[in-house]
């Protein structure tokens, strides 16, 4: 249900625009955002964006990466400026949703990008 795209080969303060594309009204779920896990490294937050517009961004990309939503294309952007090599890695579209007690994720294939000299 989600395809993202967008991720390459950029040199360190290279800019990159990922999208992730939804197959179904993402109004539909509470959340959508970017992950990313770098080769031995654990998952982790990058941003995400409420049904609202609320956004929260990672404090190790702030004021470089912003997330973006296009309700109408049912899709998610997140701008990457100013890339450094420790951005190198495979970043996952997620959208996630509530249902009582119970948190749903769904998971993008991921999109790698790698910053390199």
């Known amino acids: 249900q989600l395809q993202a795209s967008g991720g390459g080969l950029v040199q360190p303060g290279g800019s990159l625009r990922l999208s992730c594309a939804c197959s179904?009204?993402?109004?539909?779920?509470?959340?959508m955002g970017w992950f990313r896990q770098a080769p031995g490294k654990q998952r982790e937050l990058v941003a995400t964006?409420?049904?609202?517009?609320?956004?929260n961004t990672a404090d190790s990309v702030k004021g470089r990466f912003s997330i973006s939503r296009d309700n109408a294309k049912n899709t998610v952007h997140l701008q990457l400026n100013s890339l450094k090599p420790e951005d190198t890695a495979v970043y996952y579209c997620?959208?996630?949703?509530?249902?009582?007690?119970?948190?749903?994720?769904?998971w993008g294939q991921g999109t790698q990008v790698t910053v390199s000299s």
């Open positions: 964006v409420s049904n609202v517009g609320d956004t």
């Open positions: 997620n959208a996630n949703f509530r249902r009582g007690p119970v948190t749903y994720n769904i």
């Open positions: 179904v009204n993402i109004l539909g779920f509470d959340a």
